[in-house]
């Protein structure tokens, strides 16, 4: 079966850090790039740093110098290492592939997700 399952959100202050975890099983891994996405009270789900099986990564504008995606093949395992958190990095964090040409995320597959939130 294909499953992804996120882990590693909780509560920190401003100018914290957490590492995001999530474990895909199934074929989804094969895809040649992963994605984290967030999803805030009110927002659009955004996508927020993507990296390919050759370790190639993108972040949007708002987490790059903070944020820090990776990835282990061996483990079917992508993390998301978040430094210097802001109240506005609140959300739930979800991850995903995306499809080769539209970049699009996989609409059966998404997990629970993982809930981060930032405040003093």
């Known amino acids: 079966q294909v499953q992804l399952v996120e882990s590693g959100g909780g509560l920190v202050q401003p100018g914290g850090s957490l590492r995001l975890s999530c474990v895909a099983s199934?074929?989804?891994?094969?895809?040649?790039?992963m994605g984290w996405y967030r999803q805030a009270p009110g927002n659009k789900r955004e996508l927020v740093a993507t990296?390919?099986?050759?370790?190639?990564?993108n972040y949007a504008d708002s987490v790059k110098g903070r944020f820090t995606i990776s990835r282990d093949n061996a483990k079917n395992t992508v993390y998301l290492q978040m430094n210097n958190l802001k109240p506005e990095d609140t959300a739930v964090y979800y991850c995903?592939?995306?499809?080769?040409?539209?970049?699009?995320?996989?609409?059966?597959?998404w997990g629970q997700g993982t809930q981060v939130t930032v405040s003093s």
């Open positions: 995903n592939a995306l499809r080769r040409l539209q970049a699009t995320p996989l609409p059966n597959y």
């Open positions: 199934g074929s989804i891994f094969n895809f040649n790039t």
């Open positions: 990296i390919t099986l050759g370790g190639s990564t």
